[in-house]
């Protein structure tokens, strides 16, 4: 089945001018056709046309304005294919802040140069080194990567740089949220001097814009409206809004996931640690949850999205830097565990659901410390909520406004857990990743085997006690080794070399015998005389 891009899913109807007519050459517009992709939207009619030019772009759009073609496109007809007689250094270099994001452009741009054999490759953390740097040497057109690995990769001479034409830093205001700011100062400097800079991000912080000061060659700014895909997807989203306790947001919710009807669902919390103890209670509780926060590994993220999209788990709990790019259909309910910090993210979040024409909930839990905040987010987008309902999983508007039984428990019955859930997805087994077993799936690597945990703890005092632990069982042998010597020595000797000590140090020293001077050492306490000639001294 044809895949189309992230804007005609959400927008199936459009108005815009063909591809052709933007001036997009005809073997891009022949493998966009083959996708059901036909019409520019308005982020992507601005773009295009002065891309061609390769001139400097600041596009203000976020993930689903289709800014990914407004960028791609360009670049796929301006670089030399290996058809062509492309040398197979990269030309160009799209930098993105999450590594689902990254594979979501990298998709879209192959299938856009699938005509004229453009090779896209993925570079991002959480992957054995040996594919990428496989791929490398065989050659590519277009690196889409994140920092650090794209960093790594350079430090380790396997990738070069110097045949990059055209660059794009994707998201760029979720890249310095992310802590990439010094990294993609490094990358930017690193790339020639002769080349096309454009920078899309959904804000434009000042940091953003003494960024583009410093990098970038009088560009030309493009907006479109940032908010309208999830707009018109909010439109067909139902909203409520209750007031809980903090305490009780669980069993709400737990209620909620028993609604007829629901389908996938998506829940929001603020941070990484919040989401992980949110979907190991859900765990805990029956239901087929998986979750995705930067303290996973990329094996566990990608594999809690495959579970997601498959069916075998319809709860998804995720942090709203870690869901970037995700595109999943048919998602029935979103649920903001955390209430959102500002207005575009609610529209973002609420945005997952109510998608090409279809019907979504969205359901907002609010504490009282969070009423001031709502109210601003409220004000800037226009909505029409009314004062949010004091709610409890007792409540009874819960149930009814939601379809939820009655007396519904506060675990999934066992004959509803029909999912297969997350056990069922295969984890790949990725070389070069940290394995993962005896680890908790908490945050900061909490319930570590044994094995871990003392390989985690090599450099603080727990390795310390092991090293000592480790250099005094291979001593052992030695002393065992140094009595047995002294059981040849005649007495006379003996008395010989206590009175003599400063004399008898350096002549082992010299023939290298160190244990020598320590068995002397502990032979001179032995007998009462011994023991006080030191206090004579």
């Given amino acids: 089945m044809n895949r189309v891009n992230e804007v005609n899913n959400d927008r199936p109807q459009n108005d815009g001018p063909t591809f052709a007519a933007l001036g997009i050459r005809e073997e891009t517009v022949e493998a966009l056709a083959a996708l059901g992709i036909e019409r520019a939207f308005a982020i992507q009619e601005y773009a295009i046309p002065i891309a061609l030019r390769g001139s400097d772009i600041i596009g203000r759009a976020p993930t689903g304005t289709g800014k990914t073609f407004g960028f791609g496109l360009p670049i796929i007809d301006r670089i030399t294919s290996a058809e062509e007689g492309a040398s197979g250094k990269p030309q160009a270099l799209i930098l993105v802040p999450t590594r689902e994001l990254g594979l979501q452009v990298a998709r879209d741009l192959e299938d856009a140069g699938k005509t004229r054999s453009i090779r896209v490759l993925p570079i991002y953390g959480g992957r054995a080194y040996e594919p990428q740097v496989e791929a490398l040497k065989a050659g ?247 004062e949010p309902q004091e709610t409890y999983h007792t409540s009874e508007h819960l149930y009814t406004d939601l379809d939820i039984p009655e007396g519904a428990p506060p675990a999934l019955p066992s004959e509803l857990r029909k999912r297969d859930g997350l056990s069922a997805e295969r984890e790949e087994d990725v070389e070069g990743e940290p394995r993962k077993k005896g680890r908790g799936r908490g945050p900061r690597g909490r319930g570590r085997g044994r094995g871990e945990s003392d390989r985690g703890r090599g450099a603080g005092r727990g390795g310390e006690s092991r090293a000592e632990a480790d250099q005094g069982a291979a001593e052992a042998p030695r002393s065992r080794q140094r009595r047995r010597i002294r059981t040849d020595e005649d007495a006379a000797p003996r008395e010989a070399q206590r009175q003599e000590v400063p004399a008898q140090r350096t002549e082992p020293a010299a023939d290298g015998d160190a244990p020598a001077r320590r068995r002397r050492r502990r032979r001179r306490p032995t007998g009462g005389n011994d023991r006080q000639a030191p206090s004579q001294d």
């Fill in 140 to 386: 590519v057109d277009i690196i889409v990567g994140t920092p650090g690995r794209l960093l790594d990769l350079y430090k380790s001479k396997h990738i070069k740089l110097d045949a990059i034409a055209h660059c794009v830093l994707d998201e760029a205001d979720r890249m310095l949220d992310l802590g990439f700011s010094e990294d993609v100062e490094k990358i930017l400097k690193l790339l020639p001097e002769q080349r096309q800079t454009m920078l899309f991000s959904a804000t434009m912080p000042d940091t953003i814009m003494s960024l583009s000061r410093r990098h970038m060659n009088r560009p030309i700014t493009v907006a479109a409206d940032v908010s309208a895909p999830d707009l018109e997807a909010a439109n067909n989203t139902r909203q409520l809004v209750y007031m809980t306790h903090a305490m009780n947001k669980v069993e709400v919710a737990a209620r909620i996931l028993q609604a007829n009807g629901r389908g996938l669902t998506i829940m929001f919390c603020r941070t990484k640690r919040a989401a992980q103890k949110l979907a190991d209670e859900l765990d805990f509780r029956g239901f087929a949850v998986g979750s995705v926060h930067g303290d996973l590994g990329q094996n566990a993220r990608e594999r809690a999205l495959r579970a997601f999209r498959s069916g075998k788990i319809d709860v998804l709990v995720a942090t709203d830097v870690a869901a970037r790019g995700i595109d999943v259909p048919d998602i029935t309910h979103v649920i903001n565990f955390d209430a959102p910090e500002e207005a575009e993210t609610y529209v973002h979040r609420i945005g997952r659901t109510g998608r090409a024409g279809a019907t979504g909930i969205a359901v907002t839990f609010l504490t009282w410390e969070d009423l001031p905040r709502w109210k601003i987010i409220v004000k800037a987008n226009s909505l029409d909520l009314g």
